[in-house]
């Protein structure tokens, strides 16, 4: 059992909650949870795991629960145990994830694809009775993918699932928790039933607000409108102007407040102010979400020279025994590649022997790595929070035109790692870059920055090479593809 009473939880250094009176039940099942990348996805995570107490409010737990968390830079915990287990349930996790003998010894050689796939078999292999998962589906091919989907489906205790992979979260999930800070927003059903569930809510209360505003503003015309009549009758009904002992006036005008149009001029007025009252408190009741208007042009140029990178047919090592063939190749200042093939097959390695070998001076070549290290991450935060006033409003427009609140990112705390890579590629575009590379770049983020990021890139004048398993991307901004494919020596990559 996991229960969220009366939460509330605020960051260091943060100006404001980010959760507040949060409650919620997770029950057997799967339980996705959704929300922009610095929402706090992750940190409802370790709230539920018990690696952060709440401000307020209480987490009550009950169970065995295991953590596999989004980064894959270290082994997991048991990993060693679980490689040398040969019992039923460790060799048909093997089996079904795809994990091999020989994995224990190259960890290091692994991709981040199957060091997931290793990270979830251990987790699985402990029979916890709550599994919580961050990103399970990053850096995995189509094939790992459906490994990874029928190993978690397996699963029969209470499973919390931060995914921004719409198949995973459709498939085995049965609830939906959508974060917007500082509340949450539970819907029953999968991702695609509980999305046009809320979206059709936002579309009431869009549409409830719409004519709450129409209302309001109505009346206040008509307030202005009837409390320039009752000036204007106040102004007659005054006494100033008679003579003190003319006591017959005085009476007229003493009747005519209390029985004539003047009167029920001023009672119009008084009644509608209390209505324009009550309508901005409707207005304030309905629930608002405010929306960004999101866009973003990538300012970068076309390379004058005729050829980016030249390289001859060759052999590239992957590891003791496995190699990658490759053939003859040329990038022009303008083309658009696309890399694509299973996990394991040499794609990250290839692109890091390019990037050694490209005829341009680094400062106009934009790398966004698979991973970015921790202490990485935190040099690029340093970095950022030194630039100079203009320099860092590019920045902050930049990561704010892709779904990131820029206040985020001058807190103390370090950003999520969909934030991280918003930062490196804003700083890599402030230098008009003729050349981008991305390594899997919808990792770690969001749909909606997803979206935004395709459109960029779109009109982006410079050269592109994208490795990536959404062929949806790619098929939006790849003109050509590099494929590999697994091979009895290792791998190979051909042109297409």
Known sequence: MIRFVDVCFTHSDAGEPLFENVSLQFDAGWTGLVGTNGSGKTTLLRLAAGELEPDAGHVLRKGRAAFCRQRTDFRPDGWETFSAAVDADAALLKGVLGIRPNWWDRWETLSHGERKRAQIAVALWEEPEILLVDEPTNHL???????????????????????????????????????EPPGVLVIPGNYSDAAEQKALGEEHQRRQRSAAKDELSKLRREAARRQAEAARSVHRLSKRHLHRNDSDGRGKLDLARLTGKDAIAGNFARQLRNRVVRTEEKLDSIGFKKEYDLAYHIDGERSHRDVLLRLGQGVLPLGPTETLAFPGLVVGPSDRIGLSGPNGTGKSSFVRHLLGRLILPPERVVYLPQEIPVDEGERLIREVRSLSADELGRVLAFVSCLGTRPERLLRGD??????????????????????IVMDEPTNHLDLPAIELLERALRDFPGALILVSHDTRFLDALATARWRFERTAGGARMEKS
């Open 141 to 179: 091919d189509g094939e790992s993918g459906t490994m990874v989907r029928e190993a978690l489906a397996s699963f029969r205790g209470i499973g919390i699932l931060v995914s921004h992979d719409r198949r995973l979260l459709d498939d085995i999930c049965v609830n939906i928790v959508f974060i």
């Open 414 to 435: 370090l950003p999520s790692p969909g934030e991280i890579r918003k930062i490196l590629l804003a700083l890599g575009i402030a230098r008009r870059p003729h050349l």
